[in-house]
């Protein structure tokens, strides 16, 4: 009866071992095949469950990347291979460890399915070049690529052309916007000699040029000894390092000097009451030099 149950006790275990590890895996540079049990297959990586009698030893976070840092040496009929991995998972019942081995390494597969005694390495093959060629994109159009790059051609060439119409058409712009301004000036120009004139002259003090003098030129539109004067237009400005002074666009007529030397409070004009400018339109009246130290009126 012991010796019955032992006999059944082995085929069971061989029935179930040889199922575990039904599948076979041949690894690039390692001639022989490895008994495992395939768990997962992706385009990185083949995912295996190797029985611990084939592992010879083990180095956990070798000097190799992050997704494959560890090294499993398998015996394989007295041959020994290094195997780049990632281990998964170690069981010490039934003895076996989990890999991650990177899919360029693995040369072939065989995987046993139920009801197939043995499937080779050709047909293994030939299915992951049909599920290749099946996750491969299609076939490029050739015509229809060349008419998408002229479409896009066009596209940018209209970009273009519309970004150079813009510019032509702001440049354009800023032509007639200079040119308007340009002929604006020479009419204002133009409208200034024909209505306007100028005044200019220079203070001095003791002979010596007046800076920061204050100087003003009235128009009179009633003079006289025995009339009351009428005052109009006044215009004002300083005189500059020189001691000079320039009025622009005067308006004709006659006109009154006044004059604030620095530090005075009021302004200082001749006795007479009468125009001692006359400005003509287009014309530069130029008034002789007055000198601040001649005594006058205030």
Known sequence: MPYKFFCVSFILILTICTEMYADTLKLEGFGEKIEVKILEMTEEFVKVVVPQGEIGSISIKSEHDDKYPDTVFINV???ESKVI???VKITKKPGSITLQIPRERVAAIQIAFPGN????DSNKSDALTERSRESAPPPVDAEKLKEQIKEELRLEFERKQGKDDIAIEEKIKEELRLEFENKKQM???TFEVENYGRVSGRMLAKGKPLPGCQVKIMMLEKWGMFGKPKEGLRFET???E????LFEKVHPGGYKLYWKPPGETSWIRSIKMEPEIFVEAGETYHFRDRDTNIKTVN
């Open 187 to 189: 009419e204002e120009e």
């Open 85 to 87: 991995c990632k281990i």
């Open 77 to 79: 009929d007295g041959k």
């Open 242 to 245: 020189n001691g000079r002074y």
């Open 238 to 240: 300083i005189t500059d």
């Open 117 to 120: 005694e043995q499937d080779t």
